[in-house]
């Protein structure tokens, strides 16, 4: 019997979980792209596309953008093809639950309060990943899951014609989710039921009965009321006014009372755009292709923007994201998307005047998200939203690799700061490692970061000699504090109260892994099987086996 009594779901390597070296990002400026000029004070110019795995990228943010971000939206590799062809379901099936896990638990990490993450998925993983979700997220924090009409045509090859995919919601904390969560705008229908037949200065209106049902009136609700041009009206038999004869005189007074163009018709309340619960549409669960397109859609759009690349096999509509984008988040907010593909939710956050931050680990980087978005820049995009968010061109992105690891072995097997380190890569590095936050000053050269406004970080190879010490000690002063990371020391720590001296790589060593790149799908990282029981483990009286185990006992 398992000791664990809480309900979870368990699968091969569940229990392995990485211990992942944060990263530097090292911006390319090469591949950085910016418009040549402002279009709008709106601009946004610091958004981040990151070429490289996801799982070291979100470590990489971590620091930086924990809480940060308000919407997250993701469209991980949905497991249904067979990744390894010479490995069963359920290994398969085991590596894609430890690869989301790790990603979401860093993901959850990242989000505001008010937060959400929206996972598109179909019927492969989606009971799987909702439980995972609720493990991760809390049962509670589940907002929803959006049906998407993901094709219009008939699939009459397969068994079932396949018509939707799924967008799971969670949230961090689903209160303040749905403090904030935005209604959709108004429908045609909708708006076209206000009016302005008598051109009200406070706008279109449309009219409510001015009818209330008397079983729940007070006194002051029944009375006659005059009309401006004298004519009476009585309540009918089981009525009362909605409002007291003070406030209805009011209301006629200011012009909120319908009377119809003759002036002489029932009596009705004017009720502006705006003012019904009409500010727009709570939205619903089934989004139809006709409202945020379909995969072929996307395909179109696809096409239209890289005539010569390879099509990209499952994009997601721009409608699709605007509508994700409108109800979770607000100009200036932060999105991201961490498996980025050809870059949609990225080209739909710029359009729509979020900041966002994109991963992708496929060459599709620079063949499908980089052209895509400097043609969103240039505002040489028609497609997609472009024209229902009015888009121009403008803003810009910076492009980034993840930086190596910051150690490697040398030829006797020892672990030694990487080659590929200079100083301000190496400072970077270790304040990230460390938990400080990576500001060099430029005229104190000690200050290499700082974890508040009195303890600072000095990162140097340099092997520290006590008079080396006792300067710096003098210059820090006893207001202030130092971590000194150095290759080597010769010098008695004790002697300065203010310094705390720490050897590079041992110190880090411990930490987390090193040198590991790929934590992707795949065979590489495939997890362990655990090892069979031994014979101890296994005495369950065999009628109580033969209940549980799935082979037959004899
Ligand atoms: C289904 S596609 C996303 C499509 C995207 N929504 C769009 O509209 O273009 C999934 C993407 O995730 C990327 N991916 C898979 N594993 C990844 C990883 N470990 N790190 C970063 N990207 C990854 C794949 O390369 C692929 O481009």
Redesign the pocket.
């Known amino acids: 019997m398992n000791r664990r009594s809480k309900l979870e779901l368990t699968w091969i390597g569940k229990e392995n979980r990485p211990k992942l070296e944060p990263r530097i990002l090292i911006e390319d400026p090469d591949l950085s792209y910016h418009a040549p000029h402002r279009v709008s004070e709106e601009d946004i110019f610091d958004n981040r596309l990151i070429f490289g795995?996801?799982?070291l990228a979100l470590k990489a943010l971590e620091q930086e953008f924990t809480g940060k971000v308000k919407c997250i939206y993701i469209?991980?590799?949905y497991n249904t093809g067979s990744a390894f062809e010479l490995y069963d379901d359920g290994i398969e099936h085991s590596v894609w639950l430890s690869l989301m896990r790790d990603r979401l638990m860093l993901l959850r990490r990242l989000l505001t309060k008010d937060g959400s993450l929206w996972t598109s998925i179909d019927d492969t993983e989606y009971p799987y990943l909702r439980v995972l979700l609720d493990e991760i997220f809390g049962r509670p924090n589940f907002v929803t899951t959006v049906i998407w009409e993901k094709r219009k045509t008939r699939e009459n090859r397969r068994v079932f014609s396949f018509k939707h995919d799924y967008v799971v919601v969670y949230a961090l904390e689903k209160k303040g989710f749905e403090a904030v969560r935005n209604p959709l705008p108004l429908s045609e229908e909708v708006l076209s039921r206000y009016k302005n037949p008598d051109d009200d200065p406070r706008g279109r209106w449309q009219s409510i009965s001015a009818l209330a049902q008397a079983g729940h009136g007070t006194k002051s609700q029944f009375y006659t009321l005059v009309a401006p041009n004298g004519t009476e009206h009585h309540l009918p038999e089981g009525n009362c006014w909605r409002y007291t004869q003070e406030r209805m005189n009011e209301a006629i007074a200011e012009g909120r009372i319908w009377f119809g163009k003759s002036g002489t018709n029932v009596p009705r309340i004017k009720k502006y755009l705006g003012e019904t619960g009409d500010s727009g549409l709570t939205p619903e669960t089934i989004w139809y292709a006709d409202d945020v397109g379909t995969t072929d859609t996307?395909k179109k759009h696809s096409l239209q923007l890289f005539a010569d690349a390879i099509v990209?096999e499952?994009?997601?509509p721009e409608e699709l994201m605007h509508r994700i984008l409108l109800i979770a988040s607000n100009p200036g907010d932060l999105v991201l998307d961490?498996?980025?593909?050809?870059?949609?939710?990225g080209a739909v956050a710029h359009k729509m005047g979020r900041r966002w931050i994109m991963?992708?680990?496929?060459e599709?980087c620079h063949t499908h998200i980089i052209p895509r978005l400097k043609k969103v820049i240039d505002g040489e995009d028609t497609g997609g939203v472009t024209e229902s968010t009015e888009w121009k061109g403008g803003g810009g992105f910076r492009y980034y690799r993840l930086g190596p690891s910051l150690l490697e072995k040398d030829c006797y097997g020892n672990w030694v700061i990487s080659k590929e380190f200079n100083p301000a890569m190496l400072a970077e590095a270790v304040c990230k490692l460390e938990g400080f936050v990576y500001a060099p000053s430029d005229e104190v050269y000690w200050q290499h970061g700082q974890s508040t406004e009195t303890d600072f970080i000095y990162v140097t190879t340099q092997t520290m000699t006590h008079e080396m010490l006792e300067q710096l000690s003098d210059e820090v002063g006893e207001k202030r504090s130092l971590v000194v990371y150095c290759a080597a020391f010769r010098a008695n720590q004790a002697a300065f109260a203010n310094l705390t001296l720490k050897k590079i790589p041992k110190t880090v060593l411990k930490k987390c892994e090193w040198g590991h790149d790929d934590y992707?799908?795949e065979i590489k990282n495939l997890p362990q099987a655990p090892p069979e029981p031994t014979p101890e483990e296994d005495e369950g009286p065999k009628a109580m086996r033969s209940l549980f185990d799935e082979g037959s006992v004899e």
């Open positions: 795995d996801n799982l469209d991980p590799p996307a990209f499952t994009p997601k961490s498996f980025a593909g050809s870059g949609t939710t991963v992708e680990l496929e599709t992707s799908l």
